[in-house]
């Protein structure tokens, strides 16, 4: 009997241990931007570090190097792998689609009376197409100053930085 409760807690622990891996989503980029990146977070004193990922017009994307501790996005499961270590990952879309979450459901604004607010679970189409006046969308504002970036193209070759490590 004690060798099955033992066989179970290392089941157990065996499949929580790989949960966590299984679940990455995780990107990877060329080695030269992987290097400046790398050469800049090594150097970095904050913990909380994350890439903003921007999409710029003429289809390459902009990695900003960003300290987050806003803990909604420290939480991704989406990681850039520099070196030997996994860094969040957050796009410019999240900022753009995002909503809160309360009991499992979305959070949206509901007009109870006149510039009267009330945070409410998102209701069904049906109910929103009623009166889609009434409803408002929270979103998500991030403001980048003076950031540190790394330009790619979408093989992830680095084509431009302002990082002191330039290549």
Known sequence: MKN???????????????????DIIPYFIGFD????????????????VVFYIEHLADTTLKF???????NDFLITNRKLFINDRFYPVIFDTDYLFYSEIK??????????KKNTYEDISIPSIEEREKNIELYGYKKKLLIIDN??????????KLL???????K
Do not use: M, Q
């Open 147 to 156: 950031s540190i970036y790394w330009v790619v193209d979408k093989k992830g």
């Open 64 to 70: 900003h190097l960003i300290n987050s501790r806003d």
């Open 33 to 48: 931007a992987e290097k400046s990146i790398y050469e800049e977070v090594s150097k970095s004193t904050e913990k909380d």
């Open 103 to 112: 009991n499992g459901h979305p959070i949206i604004s509901f007009e109870v």
């Open 4 to 22: 099955i409760i033992n066989l179970g807690f290392l089941f157990l622990f065996t499949g929580c241990s790989s949960i966590n891996t299984k």
């Open 160 to 166: 431009h930085t302002n990082s002191i490590n330039k």
